[in-house]
């Protein structure tokens, strides 16, 4: 090839990227609108049981428990259904609809009984949609030539990107009217979401079946190391999880600092994981997916004991952003991570990775009660970072497990 035509076939293959992912934007504006409206509720409803009705504390977890039990038994039966060719289009629209039911029946009756039998079956529903919809993302992209790992980051930004409006307009909403009118939000955001749905999503829409492995051993081997990788995403998610619950307290209670900080190192954190999400499409070219994870869960670890140490407002944000890095690096790789043990059951590892960030959300709290209580925050924080290199022991183990079963396929 002639080097004065190597800038314009760039320029070509660039162009061809950006329509393809032109043509996926719909997909992305339907995952962004159906993740702000989870936003608005997931972090809101703890407030509304205690502030709202004036319940006690214990009860969010009561409705916590009873909300993720009843998504994780919805995530493995989408995910059955869509492993097998079964139609998306009705899934996304089931959790929409959830959604819906949930936020207005609590708009007309803002009551306990409300809460725990419709907004339970409601909002439990409604959680299903990211699985899903990463389920069948990764299938678009497979469709329009786009690398799925790629359009994981390009997803991953989107939820991220979401979760940076969700909360933040749910609570102002609270503060400025009352706690109810954030129920009536969701009911427009519900109807866009199912017009997104109507209007975007093909109506015959499925994920393409793909051959599963023949040998029985094959099959075993690739069951312990999914299973592996899912560990690992629970110690680093929890790790996650136990900082982000007790941190603010941290900053306020016991670092000194204002009442607005937690909320200023949560934007810091967020704008910089954007960023970083988009970048791990190149470190898993330049250094492969295993190495990069490793170094983002060691990452972590450092990141986490930085976070334990602060002292003053600075070191605050410094340490927010060094948290939106690793966590903007691993929120992508994880993902992609645990779909490589299963490429033949695509939706029902993706729906594995969403199951265990939820379990380890949910039991993050209680443990950063019991912790907190005995000793104090920072110590919560450290843990933290413990159970971060507990993640980084398991992703070894995994490593090495990952080489055996290629010898068994060898």
Request: proline residues 4%; positive net charge.
């Amino acid at each position: 090839m002639n080097d004065a035509n190597i800038p314009s076939v760039l320029i070509s293959v660039f162009n061809m990227a950006r329509r393809k992912l032109i043509d996926l934007s719909p997909f992305l504006l339907l995952l962004f609108c159906g993740t702000v409206c989870a936003a608005m509720i997931v972090p809101y409803m703890g407030y509304f049981l205690v502030e709202g009705l004036g319940q006690q504390p214990w009860l969010i977890s009561v409705y916590s428990f009873l909300v993720v039990s009843l998504t994780i038994i919805v995530n493995r039966d989408f995910a059955r259904r869509i492993d097998a060719g079964h139609r998306v289009f009705p899934l996304v629209g089931i959790a929409a609809a959830g959604y819906l039911l949930a936020t207005a029946t609590l708009a007309v009756f803002p009551y306990l009984c409300a809460v725990l039998i419709m907004g339970v079956l409601g909002f439990g529903v409604s959680s299903s949609a990211v699985s899903t919809m990463f389920s069948l993302g990764g299938s678009l992209a497979e469709r329009h030539e786009v690398d799925r790992k790629r359009f994981n980051a390009y997803m991953r930004a989107t939820t991220s990107t979401a979760w940076m409006l969700g909360p933040a307009v749910a609570f102002v909403v609270a503060d400025q009217i009352n706690e109810a009118a954030v129920f009536v939000l969701g009911i427009g955001g519900a109807v866009l979401w199912l017009g997104l749905w109507w209007l975007v999503l093909p109506r015959d829409i499925t994920t393409q079946p793909k051959p599963s492995a023949n040998q029985t051993g094959s099959v075993a081997a690739t069951n312990h190391a999914l299973w592996i990788a899912a560990a690992f995403v629970f110690c680093l998610s929890s790790a996650h999880s136990l900082t982000f619950s007790a941190l603010p307290l941290f900053y306020v209670q016991e670092v000194g600092l204002p009442g607005y900080a937690p909320g200023t190192a949560f934007s810091v954190k967020t704008f910089v994981e954007v960023f970083a999400i988009f970048a791990t499409p190149f470190l898993i070219a330049k250094f492969g997916m295993r190495n990069s994870l490793l170094v983002t869960t060691l990452l972590a670890v450092v990141t986490i004991q930085i976070l334990a140490s602060v002292q003053n407002y600075p070191q605050m944000l410094g340490g927010a952003a060094l948290e939106g890095l690793y966590y903007g690096l691993y929120a992508s790789l994880g993902i992609s991570y645990v779909q490589s043990f299963a490429p033949d059951r695509p939706a029902r590892a993706t729906a594995i990775y969403w199951n265990t960030l939820m379990i380890s959300s949910v039991l993050a709290g209680p443990a950063v009660g019991f912790i907190a209580q005995a000793f104090d925050f920072r110590t919560v924080v450290q843990f933290a970072s413990v159970v971060a290199l507990c993640a980084a022991a398991i992703l070894m183990l995994a490593t090495k497990l990952g080489k055996a079963l290629a010898s068994t396929k060898a």
